[in-house]
């Protein structure tokens, strides 16, 4: 992106379209290099404040890495834009992870970029998070629940967990969202 600025001479805005869900859906945790990329935009776009994501987790198919619904893909970058190219005061996406927190017992996990309050979908308890230790493989799947902008997940540990993911794998089945019916994306981050 800053190439692009460079040579264009101008401030350029950006959208990212995060990689959507495609293959498998875990049965289990697992790395994936699919959602280390989707780290990776993730990242890219919270350091340049003059990007916007477009999250598409849930428009994927797990069994055609392009999208069917380019509609809602399209919708998706163009509200992005109003954001970041047009400067309206909206929320370019879904919620956003804003930090992921160990306390006595639990893990407390605050959002960004709200409409409302976070809601989930089929379910009382939010899914599609995994707290992790330090190391590689060390991952297991965990559930939480919503509290206003936040979401607890007990940690039940003898050993506390040092990162936390959400909507990891091929295909996650995550069912956290919030007024704008536009899903959270997925993220890794390390626990305080």
Request: with cysteine.
């Given at each position: 992106?800053?190439?692009?600025?460079?040579?264009?001479?101008?401030?350029?805005?950006?959208?990212?379209?995060?990689?959507?869900?495609?293959?498998?859906?875990?049965?289990?945790?697992?790395?994936?290099?699919?959602?280390?990329v989707?780290?990776?935009?993730?990242?890219?776009?919270?350091?340049?404040?003059?990007?916007?994501?477009?999250?598409?987790?849930?428009?994927?198919?797990?069994?055609?890495?392009?999208?069917?619904?380019?509609?809602?893909?399209?919708l998706?970058?163009?509200?992005?834009?109003?954001?970041?190219?047009?400067?309206?005061?909206?929320?370019?996406?879904?919620?956003?992870?804003?930090?992921?927190?160990?306390?006595?017992?639990?893990?407390?996990?605050?959002?960004?970029?709200?409409e409302?309050?976070?809601?989930?979908?089929?379910?009382?308890?939010?899914?599609?998070?995994?707290?992790?230790?330090?190391?590689?493989?060390?991952?297991?799947?965990?559930?939480?629940?919503?509290?206003?902008?936040?979401?607890?997940?007990?940690?039940?540990?003898?050993?506390p967990?040092?990162?936390?993911?959400?909507?990891?794998?091929?295909?996650?089945?995550?069912?956290?969202?919030?007024?704008?019916?536009?899903?959270?994306g997925?993220?890794?981050?390390?626990?305080?």
């Amino acid at each position: 992106m800053s190439s692009w600025r460079v040579q264009f001479g101008a401030e350029l805005p950006f959208v990212v379209v995060q990689l959507p869900g495609f293959g498998p859906t875990p049965i289990a945790p697992v790395e994936s290099g699919w959602s280390e990329v989707r780290e990776a935009q993730r990242r890219a776009v919270d350091l340049d404040p003059h990007t916007a994501p477009a999250v598409t987790i849930d428009l994927g198919e797990r069994d055609d890495i392009h999208p069917v619904n380019k509609r809602e893909v399209g919708l998706r970058i163009a509200r992005a834009l109003r954001r970041v190219a047009y400067g309206e005061a909206i929320v370019p996406t879904g919620p956003a992870v804003r930090s992921a927190s160990l306390e006595p017992g639990r893990v407390v996990v605050s959002f960004r970029d709200l409409e409302g309050r976070l809601v989930t979908y089929s379910s009382s308890q939010a899914t599609g998070f995994e707290l992790c230790g330090a190391a590689t493989g060390t991952c297991r799947f965990v559930t939480g629940t919503v509290e206003g902008d936040r979401v607890v997940i007990p940690t039940n540990d003898v050993t506390p967990p040092a990162r936390l993911r959400f909507c990891w794998g091929g295909s996650p089945v995550c069912n956290l969202s919030d007024g704008s019916d536009l899903p959270v994306g997925p993220f890794e981050v390390a626990l305080r």
